[in-house]
């Protein structure tokens, strides 16, 4: 949700910049990134670690956002990636217990 959140907040400007769309775009986009910082903060551990594993998290939904929004089927290197980048988000939060 968090990711969805900041790729929203992200995208609406997008349109309005490079494919003409209106500026009230803009509207959403800023309750869309509002709603993500709120998000981010609602996690209980240390704020970098939380950043540090979210990387990994945002890596895999720009994936599937870029199937199933723009519309551009991921590669095989698209997927191994964010594979790679949803395994260090999971040794981060696993290897952060409290000992």
């Known amino acids: 949700m968090t990711a969805v959140a900041e790729i ?3 995208y609406l400007p997008y349109l309005w910049l490079k494919q003409g769309k ?3 775009l803009l ?3 800023a309750f869309s990134l509002a709603l993500f910082a709120w998000l981010l903060s609602l996690h209980p551990t240390a704020a970098g670690r939380v950043y540090a594993a979210y990387g990994g998290v945002y890596v895999m939904v720009a994936i599937f956002w870029l199937w199933g929004v723009d519309g551009v089927r991921p590669t095989t290197w698209d997927i191994v ?3 790679v980048a949803v ?3 999971a040794i981060i939060m696993v290897g952060a217990r409290p000992g």
Do not use: F, H, N
Request: hydrophobic share 45%; aromatic share 6%; net charge neutral.
């Open 8 to 10: 929203v907040g992200c």
């Open 81 to 83: 990636g964010s594979l």
């Open 22 to 24: 209106s500026i009230w």
């Open 27 to 29: 509207v959403p986009a």
């Open 87 to 89: 395994t260090g988000m």
